[in-house]
């Protein structure tokens, strides 16, 4: 790196610093947040991909937390099968990735797929990117069981849920397996 | 297979998290067995970084003076109508006339506001994910 640029830069070290820590900075935030969730919303009710069904009343009321209805994609092994997603966003989405978890009666049984509902799926922590969105998620989500050739859980399944935080964003996974 | 699990990684205390901490700390089962251990939080050399300034170490001030520069180096303009990009992927808004936008070197353009902070957690494009130092340092060598 040119020296140059590291004594241009440390003057403008303190002052980002502390403006940022402030109420507006928060309050930005905040606008950005809710005016991407109603857009995220309004394109998911509007135009869906295949199988999913978003409970618009339930994400009107609390616009940051989403149930999600899916479909197994038909000629895969879970065609024929209904899951619920929740969707949790922090204040810091879209720059945080969404708490995304499989809910409801029937969670899939899938290689990446916990018994309590935790899903294993790089995009969901360290590969989020702000450019991905709800509907990015739910199209990975259909692919990863759409690509599924064995129902079967996870093999450290019983260990996993017993000792796991609620939040599966504290979990650090360990992608090795891309092929399942 | 399956087994995609590592480590259970430690709460990223920040302002902005406030409420929603007090509950969640509570749902830990004690000290988790060895494959389970807490890693390190991680550092977000980011503008909601809760400590004051004087909290920091030496280190993390610099890596955050250095990437504040480097972002300070990137260029901007005010949108100009192109077509090519029209909506700003992070905020989900069309762009106006006019409106202050940051040119990456993959040449992705988004608001000023918008990626200023997604570029102190992560320095890659949030369309491509190209890496941002990369393009940049590649720049300034065959400019020297
Ligand atoms: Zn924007
Ligand atoms: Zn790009």
């Known amino acids: 790196m040119p020296t140059y640029l590291t004594i241009y830069l440390l003057p403008t070290l303190a002052e980002p610093l502390f403006h940022c820590s402030t109420k507006l900075y928060v309050n930005q935030l905040r606008v950005l947040l809710t005016k991407r969730l109603q857009k995220e919303l309004l394109s998911l009710i509007k135009d869906p991909p295949p199988g999913v069904l978003v409970d618009s009343e339930k994400a009107e009321q609390n616009l940051s937390i989403w149930t999600i209805y899916m479909k197994g994609a038909d000629e895969t092994l879970f065609a024929g099968e209904e899951f619920q997603l929740q969707f949790k966003f922090s204040p810091k989405y879209p720059f945080d990735s969404p708490e995304v978890t499989f809910i409801g009666p029937n969670i899939p049984v899938h290689p990446h797929v916990y018994s309590n509902g935790h899903i294993c799926l790089s995009i969901l922590t360290e590969d989020w990117s702000p450019a991905l969105s709800v509907q990015s998620v739910c199209l990975s989500i259909i692919s990863m069981l759409s690509s599924c050739k064995e129902k079967k859980r996870p093999s450290d399944n019983a260990f996993y849920v017993k000792t796991c935080s609620k939040n599966p964003k504290k979990t650090k996974w360990w992608y090795h397996d891309d092929t399942v | ?144």
Not at chain 2, 67 to 79: A, V
Request: proline share 8%; with cysteine; net charge negative.
């Open chain 2, 1 to 144: 297979m399956g087994n995609c699990l590592k480590g259970s990684s430690a709460e990223d205390i920040s302002l902005l998290r406030g409420s929603e901490n007090g509950a969640e700390t509570s749902d830990r089962l004690g000290p988790l067995p060895p494959p389970y251990r807490e890693a390190l939080p991680i550092f977000y050399p980011s503008p909601n970084v809760s400590r004051p300034v004087s909290q920091l170490t030496e280190e993390e001030q610099v890596k955050i003076a250095k990437r504040m520069g480097l972002i300070q180096h990137l260029p901007t303009g005010s949108y100009d109508g192109c077509k090519k990009n029209r909506e700003c992927v992070i905020c989900m808004m069309e762009f106006l006339i006019g409106d202050n936008v940051r040119y990456l070197p993959c040449m992705h353009i988004y608001h000023v506001k918008c990626v200023d902070d997604w570029l102190m957690r992560s320095f890659t494009c949030p369309s491509c994910m190209e890496p941002v130092d990369a393009a940049l340092l590649t720049c300034y060598d065959s400019n020297n």
